[in-house]
């Protein structure tokens, strides 16, 4: 089956970085995706893997190592306005391309 | 650009009634899909579809239906309302010939069955 893995909530201090990890168990993989969600918002891309590596862009990095089936997003200069949940999303090739979300990690952010 | 629109943002429905979420995108986007997120859980899907005329089951199908006569709208439709669907309704779409193209969300459509 398909499976994606990820911490329930996590607790940063502002200005710190922060990484959260992500493990999947999935068949035709065809790209890994990071969103944010806000509470009471729809969810908003961050950042797209394919290749094993980090991508940076900003405060945000996302690594990815598909022979692990792993991938992680680093958040640096941590500020109160990144308190939200982080979905970790693996698109599959099944006939037709569907996205299978982790159930999210939801990050606390303090002063 | 208004990108994916649902309607309706909110509604309260009685068990066993029926309703449908409208979803239509102005992108051109061939691929538009259907999730429930209940809350504290991530997005499940619930139905999707390729292009106008093609639909395919995702991984919580049952009591819904969907069609897909145009490439801009694809609804949803709810037959016997149950609580179990109490949940919220996100649509989304994607360009998929682009490399790394995620897809767009609309806004959501909180639904609640009594």
């Known amino acids: 089956g398909q499976n994606i893995d990820q911490p329930t909530e996590m607790t940063a201090t502002e200005g710190a970085i922060v990484q959260i990890n992500c493990t999947y168990q999935?068949?035709?993989?065809?790209?890994l995706f990071w969103y944010q969600q806000h509470a009471g918002e729809a969810p908003t891309f961050l950042s797209y893997n394919v290749l094993d590596g980090l991508e940076e862009k900003g405060r945000f990095s996302s690594f990815l190592s598909r022979s692990k089936g792993y991938s992680y997003l680093l958040l640096k200069e941590l500020q109160m306005k990144d308190s939200a949940s982080y979905l970790c999303?693996?698109?599959?090739?099944?006939?037709?391309?569907?996205?299978?979300f982790g159930a999210g990690t939801r990050l606390f952010v303090k002063a | 650009n208004a990108g994916v629109t649902q309607t309706p943002k909110f509604r309260i429905l009685k068990i066993g009634q029926s309703m449908t979420l409208q979803c239509t995108q102005d992108m051109n986007h061939n691929y538009m899909y259907w999730y429930r997120q209940d809350p504290g859980m991530g997005l499940k899907l619930i139905y999707y579809s390729v292009g106008a005329g093609i639909t395919d089951k995702g991984e919580v199908p049952n009591g819904y239906n969907v069609s897909r006569s145009t490439t801009e709208d694809f609804p949803l439709r709810l037959e016997l309302a149950a609580p179990s669907q109490t949940s919220v309704y996100f649509c989304?779409?994607?360009?998929?010939?682009?490399?790394?193209?995620?897809?767009?969300f609309g806004d959501g459509t909180r639904l609640s069955i009594l």
């Open positions: 999935t068949s035709g993989f065809n790209g």
């Open positions: 999303a693996v698109r599959v090739d099944t006939g037709g391309f569907k996205t299978i």
């Open positions: 989304a779409s994607m360009k998929l010939q682009v490399p790394g193209q995620p897809q767009h």
